[in-house]
C-alpha cells in the first residue's frame, strides 16, 4: 500500500510540474509589445455586432447571418431595420419586420439588452410576428455580452410569443429552436443493428 501512494504522489506532483508556469531566475525586462493589458468591455458599454440575420433565400424560409460592419449595438439594431442590402435582395434574402420600424433606444443592464422600437412590428400575424422577433433576438445576441432580449415598444416592454407559443418578455435565441439555418452539417443516420 506504501509503495502504491509513494507512485501516486510521484504522479501527482510530475503532472503539477509539467503545467506550471515557471518564474524566472533573474529580473527581466518585459518588451514593449508584451506591456499592454488587455481590455474588457463592461456588459453596460457593449460593442456592436457583425451579424445581422435575415429570412434565407429557400423556401424553409430560415434565418442566416449576413456580415455587417456596425460599431455600436444601436447602429446594429439600426441595420437590421433596413433590411437586406441590394446584394442581399439580388440573392433572395428577406426581411418580416416592417420597413418602416424604427428604433427608438437601445438599452444594456449587464447580460440583458432592451430594445425600444416603434408599434409598426406589433402590426404582424403570429408567424411573422415570431419569426421578426427572432430576427431581433438572435442579432442582438451577436452583440459582446448580450444574452437575453427585452423589446418594447415606445418605451412598454412587452411579452412576446415564441416558438413554442409562449409568451415571454426576457427572450433568449433557443426560445427560437429550428429558426435559424445551422452550420453543423447533417448527423448520417445510425448504422442499422445486427440482428440474430
Same mark, same amino acid.
Not at 433572395?92 to 426581411?95: D, G
Given at each position: 500500500m506504501r509503495g502504491y501512494l509513494?507512485?501516486?504522489l510521484a504522479t501527482i506532483a510530475l503532472?503539477?510540474?509539467g503545467c506550471a508556469i515557471s518564474a524566472d531566475e533573474v529580473p527581466r525586462d518585459v518588451p514593449e509589445d508584451e506591456r499592454a493589458l488587455p481590455v474588457v468591455i463592461e456588459g453596460s458599454e457593449a460593442a456592436g455586432g457583425e451579424r445581422i440575420y435575415l429570412v434565407g433565400p429557400r423556401e424553409d424560409r430560415l434565418l442566416r447571418s449576413v456580415p455587417r460592419d456596425a460599431a455600436t449595438r444601436e447602429e446594429l439594431i439600426?441595420?437590421?431595420l433596413r433590411g437586406p442590402n441590394d446584394e442581399e435582395i439580388a440573392a433572395? /434574402?428577406? !426581411?418580416v419586420i416592417p420597413p418602416? !420600424?424604427?428604433l427608438r433606444g437601445v438599452r444594456t443592464q449587464g447580460q440583458l439588452l432592451t430594445i425600444d422600437l416603434s408599434p409598426d412590428l406589433i402590426v404582424l400575424e403570429t408567424p411573422s410576428l415570431i419569426e421578426a422577433v427572432a430576427q431581433i433576438v438572435y442579432t442582438a445576441s451577436e452583440i459582446d455580452g448580450v444574452r437575453i432580449v427585452r423589446i418594447a415598444i415606445n418605451g412598454e416592454t412587452q411579452a412576446w410569443t415564441t416558438a413554442d407559443g409562449s409568451s415571454k418578455v426576457d427572450l433568449r435565441t433557443?426560445?427560437?429552436p429550428g429558426f435559424v439555418q445551422s452550420a453543423q452539417p447533417? /448527423?448520417?443516420a445510425a448504422p442499422a443493428s445486427p440482428t440474430g
Open positions: 509513494g507512485c501516486l503532472s503539477a510540474t439600426r441595420t437590421l433572395q /434574402y428577406s !426581411t418602416s !420600424t424604427e433557443f426560445d427560437f447533417p /448527423y448520417p
